[in-house]
């Protein structure tokens, strides 16, 4: 089993449509969890982090499960800038940071 | 928030050349830097997390003589992929973390590497 698994994807939404990229991970210990955004041959950025008690940036709510160690991330409003490739990111502590195969998200017109 | 700068962006070397790729924290200290590789529509996998002044800790399979890495100080690290084979073409990506928690991690702009 992948340490990091998420939505396979790709997703294809219309604009303004909600949509939700589901994440989980098998290590327990992990401690720090983060979604980053990754662009055509760009490197990731940091969308956001996620913290326990969900946490909500503008259009975009990530929450996070620590018992079933699974993490989400929602979308509303979808905006044609937001076609990206989305990452699920878990970090133990003081290690390297372990990323997920990435959901892709098409927002068409 | 922290700045790193990869250089260079973009290379096309041959079949047995070496390629260096660098990787600097300009606004603050990393004492532990890592190199991953991204082939296309497949996730960043981690190669080697590179520790300023020690040796360098491979991930399993990626073989520590083709891919010399160097943390000679605090705001600089530096991957040679010796010997390039076409099979080695990739997006190389550096990331530091500021040292002492698990923040957020912050990456370079990215390495197309190109062996023809």
């Known amino acids: 089993r992948k340490e990091v698994e998420q939505d396979p994807g790709p997703f294809n939404v219309p604009e303004g449509a909600t949509v939700a990229f589901n994440c989980t991970y098998s290590?327990?210990?992990?401690?720090?969890f983060f979604w980053y955004r990754q662009d055509c041959r760009k490197e990731p950025k940091l969308l956001m982090s996620v913290y326990s008690s969900g946490n909500e940036d503008g259009r975009f709510t990530a929450q996070l499960n620590r018992a079933s160690q699974y993490i989400s991330l929602l979308i509303r409003d979808s905006k044609l800038s937001d076609s990206a490739t989305y990452l699920c990111?878990?970090?133990?502590?003081?290690?390297?940071?372990?990323f997920g195969p990435g959901t892709r998200l098409s927002v068409l017109p | 928030g922290a700045v790193v700068s990869q250089h260079p962006s973009r290379v096309i070397c041959k079949s047995g050349t070496s390629v260096k790729i660098e990787c600097r924290s300009l606004?603050?200290?990393?004492?532990?830097m890592f190199w991953y590789r991204q082939f296309p529509k497949q996730s960043l996998m981690l190669m080697a997390t590179?520790?300023?002044?020690?040796?360098?800790?491979?991930e399993q399979g990626v073989e520590k003589d083709k891919f010399l890495i160097n943390h000679a100080s605090l705001t600089l690290s530096t991957l040679t992929v010796t010997s390039a084979h076409p099979e080695d073409s990739s997006f190389y990506i550096c990331?530091?973390?500021?040292?002492?928690?698990?923040?957020?991690?912050?990456f370079g702009q990215g390495t197309r590497l190109t062996v023809v």
């Open positions: 990331s530091a973390r500021v040292s002492g928690s698990g923040t957020e991690a912050f």
């Open positions: 990111v878990v970090n133990y502590y003081g290690q390297n940071f372990v």
């Open positions: 590179s520790n300023e002044g020690s040796k360098a800790t491979y």
């Open positions: 290590n327990s210990a992990s401690q720090s």
């Open positions: 606004d603050f200290q990393a004492t532990t």
